[in-house]
């Protein structure tokens, strides 16, 4: 059994089910992150972690403890909330060390421990001020201050970063993930920002409709996204989903796609999971392509063989410095492509695109389902 | 198109200034109103406080707007200590203090138990929270005369009949709804996640009510505090109706001084008295009311 063990959580509001049997299992040191749509349950699910919302059915286990009946408090958690809620009748230090006050730490101890965590967090000069005397980063600091002060088994973050401006969003981004290592701590993490959840996570949960769609690694949420939902939301930009026809062309399974020049459909190979693909010979299907996957062939990785080459109108060209997105016409729907800041490519005119078939992954039309 | 250019500024600064001096005139109508009005409120108090300054026979000879001749304080140590309401002549002080004794604990019960009240009913929500503070918003609505004869009874059970402890308990229970109210509505925007943060930290339901809920109300409990204190000092049909004698009030009190039949009506002794009786009011507004904007303001800059 896992360090933190969500089992079969069911969570109703009236008649409303907001959370749809939940099972996830985290390791002591996990870093799970819960990416989903505003509305999917992602605070809901976090506060029944916290206790302070009652489950429905289900449990919660935590270093092989049963939650269920277990007051907030005595759970050994510490939670940094979205406003920060620091209270503001109190001074920093004051808003840090309150959680130990509760808990009958002795006077000293709390100084020491105040002090312990200001020096870590750099907020030592801001211990006297008030709340309202701070900037948007420092409360978030202090924040975290009043988390990492109770030295608990598991911290929960809800959306903690999403008050700041996007520069200090990067910064506090990375800080979060130096703190994680340094402390070696068990944390979950709920964000709306797939970046975020990308950059900090060891584990992803992604969830919609209060059902969690997929759970593993980065990686594996990011190559092997097991639905449209899932391929679609992480990424960014998100990756091209396009109606394809699953065909045979020289003995090779190819995918079938219109192009703007009708006559002229493109043809890419099936790169991967050929046998559960071969069983849609035919049909209609939907192909996931993401934009990195395709370039000018300059940059593409040619050593894999994978890579296939063809002839398309280019709509828009959206230059960003460092590289380049070329949106043109597939099925129907604009396909974003990431090329070289210096391709040849303009829009309203032919460019030469390369594809890595071997990163392509195909969906069931009708249910979105991976196929594989 | 150069020449236009040129001509421009000088039309503009034409028609600022016309825009300034209709913004002068303006003002100055404005401000010629507001010390029209003030005036006229301010009227009665200026003849108060004139006529409780002058000596009986000035008062009788002079005009009423007229500035003392002479400045005396006799009507105000006549009226503190010596007046005579019916028989007894000690002046207004015993009724005076009567008054704080009812007041200062009612508006501190009231306004407490209005916050705990306000506190329960939006951070630890029971079934039915809505219908119970519905009943407590209709208290509001109770008209004083409805109350008299219940509450004449119950007092009259608990031993409580002409005392000031009677008074207060009135008040309170008379208040709970405003103050109830006041607090509710305050609470209801209070942010629920300093409460669940409180409870993480392991603050208890007591806890978090002391140390957070409270330390943050200031602005409120001002405006509970001015509400309940001009509303309990200046009331007269409780304090008539449940003490009189010895433990009524100031507001009674001085209508039994006013209506003493004894010689001459003494104009300038009852002035002297009824601005005594106006003071705390008056003192409440001007302290408590700084803080009362200075609370709004606070608010309002705050994220
Ligand atoms: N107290 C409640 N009573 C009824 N419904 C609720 C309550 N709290 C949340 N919900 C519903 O539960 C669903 C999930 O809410 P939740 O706050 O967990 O979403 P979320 O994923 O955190 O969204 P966001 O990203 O906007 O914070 C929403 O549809 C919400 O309307
Ligand atoms: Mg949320």
């Known amino acids: ?19 749809k049997r939940i099972n996830i299992e985290i390791s002591q040191g996990d870093f799970l992150v819960l990416v989903g749509p505003s509305g999917c349950g992602k605070s809901t699910l976090l506060n029944m972690i916290a206790g302070l919302d009652e489950i429905t059915d289900g449990d919660i286990w935590i270093n092989g403890k049963q939650m269920k009946g277990v007051h907030p408090s005595k759970r050994d958690i510490a939670m940094v909330f979205q406003s920060y809620a620091l209270y503001p009748n109190m001074t920093v230090a004051q808003n840090i060390s309150f959680g130990l006050e509760m808990r009958k730490v002795s006077k000293p101890e709390r100084e020491t421990a105040v002090s312990r965590v200001s020096k870590m967090l750099q907020i030592e000069p801001l211990l006297n001020r008030k709340p309202s005397q701070l900037s948007g980063g420092q409360r978030q600091r202090v924040a975290m201050g009043r988390a990492l002060v109770r030295d608990p088994q598991v911290f929960l973050f809800d959306e903690p970063l999403s008050n700041l401006d996007a520069k200090l969003r990067v910064d506090m981004r990375t800080e979060i993930k130096l703190l994680h290592q340094r402390l070696d701590a068990t944390i979950v993490y709920v964000t709306h920002d797939q970046i975020e959840a990308m950059t900090l996570a060891t584990k992803i949960a992604v969830m919609n409709g209060g059902v969690v769609q997929q759970f593993g690694t980065p990686e594996e949420i990011y190559d092997n996204p097991v639905n449209t939902f899932v391929a679609g939301f992480m990424g960014s930009p998100s990756m091209n989903l396009v109606p394809a026809k699953v065909i045979k062309v020289e003995g090779r399974l190819s995918y079938q796609i219109e192009t703007k020049n009708a006559g002229e459909p493109l043809l890419l190979p099936v790169g991967r999971d050929e046998m559960a693909i071969s069983k849609y010979l035919d049909q209609e299907i939907t192909v996931g392509l993401r934009p990195e996957t395709i370039t000018d062939p ?57 594809f890595d078939v071997s990163r392509n992954v195909a969906f069931d039309k009708a249910s979105g389902e991976r196929i594989q | 198109m150069s020449a236009r250019s040129q001509d421009r500024p000088s039309q503009d600064r034409l028609s ?39 000596s009986l026979e000035e008062v009788r000879l002079g005009n009423m707007m007229a500035l003392p001749l002479e400045i ?13 309401l019916g028989l007894d002549c000690n002046g207004i002080n015993g009724y005076f203090w009567n008054s704080i004794k009812m007041t200062v604990p009612a508006v501190a019960i009231g306004t407490l138990l209005g916050a705990f009240n306000g506190y329960v009913l939006t951070k630890w929500r029971f079934k039915g929270h809505n219908i119970v503070f519905g009943m407590m918003l209709f208290a509001c609505f109770i008209p004083f005369q409805i109350v008299l004869l219940p ?4 007092l009259g059970i608990l031993g409580l009949a002409n005392t000031t402890s009677g008074l207060v308990m009135v008040h309170v229970v008379y208040g709970l709804g405003f103050t109830t109210l006041f607090f509710r509505n305050f609470y209801e925007a209070f942010p629920d996640e300093l409460v669940r943060a409180a409870i993480m930290d392991g603050a208890k339901f007591f806890t978090i009510f002391w140390r957070i809920l409270l ?12 509400w309940q204190f001009t509303n309990i000092w200046n009331d007269f049909l409780f304090g008539a109706s449940f003490a009189s004698g010895e433990s009524a009030p100031i507001t009674v009190a001085l209508n039994n001084l006013v209506n003493s039949s004894t010689g001459v009506k003494e104009y300038n002794v009852h ?16 302290v408590a009311g700084r803080y009362f904007v200075r609370g709004l303001m606070a608010g309002s800059v705050k994220g």
């Open chain 2, 72 to 84: 005396t304080f006799e009507p105000w140590v006549k009226a503190w200590g010596t007046a005579c």
């Open chain 2, 215 to 226: 330390p943050n109300s200031g602005p409120i409990i001002v405006v509970t505090v001015i």
């Open chain 1, 1 to 19: 059994m896992g360090f933190l063990n969500i089992d079969n959580v069911i969570k109703h509001y009236h008649d409303v089910e907001v959370l």
């Open chain 1, 298 to 354: 300059e940059s593409a990785n040619h050593t894999e063989g994978t890579v296939h080459e063809a002839n398309l109108l280019v709509d828009l060209t959206e230059p960003t410095g460092a590289d380049m997105y070329v949106v043109t016409l597939l099925g129907g729907q604009e396909v974003v492509g990431r090329m070289r800041n210096r391709a040849k490519a303009a829009a309203g005119e032919n460019a030469r695109f390369a």
């Open chain 2, 271 to 286: 002035m002297a008295a009824a601005i005594t009786a106006a003071l705390p009011t008056l003192l409440v507004y001007v």
């Open chain 2, 151 to 154: 509450m004449s009874q119950v």
């Open chain 2, 16 to 54: 600022q200034d016309n825009a300034l001096r209709s913004a002068i005139y303006w003002r100055a109508l404005i401000y010629t109103l507001l010390i029209v009005i003030a005036v006229i409120y301010l009227a009665p108090l200026f003849v108060m406080v004139v006529t409780s300054l002058k």
